[in-house]
């Protein structure tokens, strides 16, 4: 078997020559830290230089995409967390005695540019519902959940720039199920909701 020889005390890099190696090393990553990762992560470009590559416009695309979902997060639980206290207006408002009878309505709801909406309906338990719903005028972020007093939060799904989904919905459990839409856009959008099946009523929350 053959053994590496081990290296003299001449062939060894001095203090000196591992203090410079180490401060290169420093200098290096501090450079790539200032002139890519801190302007394409966090959109911080204090030598211009990331903008004239690019990567400062993807890092303030990113800082806006996550201030965005976390005022639609906030935006969601603040009517979860507020009961109204005031009656909606009577035209936002539908109900119907035959809880158990299927049902057809149709509500529209205009949001001004950063304005949000929330429309809910009033299901049972495994009571099933079909939508579908568009945005006239530009896309929205939308979040479809529920609520109720003893589930503060329950998501079924979420989009961010849309104009239109559809599907089916079906209540985990009693209590208030729907949608919430925000215009990030800089013109007013106006979103149309159709829904068919059973639930005792259809109300604009916010």
Known sequence: MYNTDLPNRAELPSSRQLLRSTIIAIAVATVILVTVVLPSEYGIDPTRIGRVLGLTQ???????????????????????????????????TQNTANSSAPRKDEMSVTLKPGEGAEVKLEMSKGAKVSYEWTAAGGPVNHDTHAD???????????????????????????????????????????????????????????
Not at 149 to 164: A, I
Not at 175 to 200: C, I
């Open 58 to 92: 993807m890092g303030e695309t990113k800082m806006a995409l996550a201030r965005e979902a976390e005022q639609d997060r906030a935006a969601t639980a603040a009517p979860l967390q507020q009961p109204a206290v005031t009656a909606p207006p009577a035209q936002q």
């Open 148 to 206: 109720s007093p003893q589930v503060k939060y329950h998501g079924y799904s979420k989009g961010q720039q849309l104009e239109r989904d559809s599907g089916e919905l079906t209540a985990v459990f009693d209590g208030k199920h729907g949608w919430f839409w925000r215009n990030r856009g800089s013109a007013d959008v106006t979103v149309t909701l159709k829904t068919n099946g059973v639930y005792r009523s259809i109300k604009r929350v916010v």
